[in-house]
């Protein structure tokens, strides 16, 4: 079963158990995949890839929203926004440990010979490349950025 019929199963069960806050964020991201399919043609189909896009694309717009509501003193919207971010998270795939992204971008840097933060761009896209959808891309600069500083 792929990720977007897994997402409709789960929104039809949020109707029938009215949890109206998963409900909300679960027809915004169909809403989304619509959009998505009408953008590609009605042939075309959407692969996983394309529902972790715009689920990665939602929750940045989420968090963003989040603290432009916290400092703007609207601390209940915040605690909104963050709760659909943890609607979401569960249909993305498993983020990678700590440890295990240090791990690939010493394995990257030791291919590539990246040694001093000039190395940055070449690091990034290779590791990147390996942790493919595993880590956010945020967390992967600030990690790569400290392994170049080191």
Known sequence: MSLAQDIAKDLVQAMKAREEPRLSTLRM????????????GKSAEIT???????IKRLIKQRKDAAEQYKSGGANDRAESELAEIK????YLP??????????IIAESAAEINAS?????GKLMKTVMKKTAGQADGSRVKDKVNAFLNK
């Open 94 to 103: 498993k983020q990678l440990e700590d440890s295990e992204l240090d791990k």
């Open 87 to 90: 609607i979401l998270e569960p």
């Open 29 to 40: 991201l169909k809403a989304e995949l619509q959009k998505l399919q009408a953008d590609k």
């Open 48 to 54: 996983d890839d394309d529902v972790h896009a715009v």
């Open 116 to 120: 001093s933060p000039k190395d940055m």
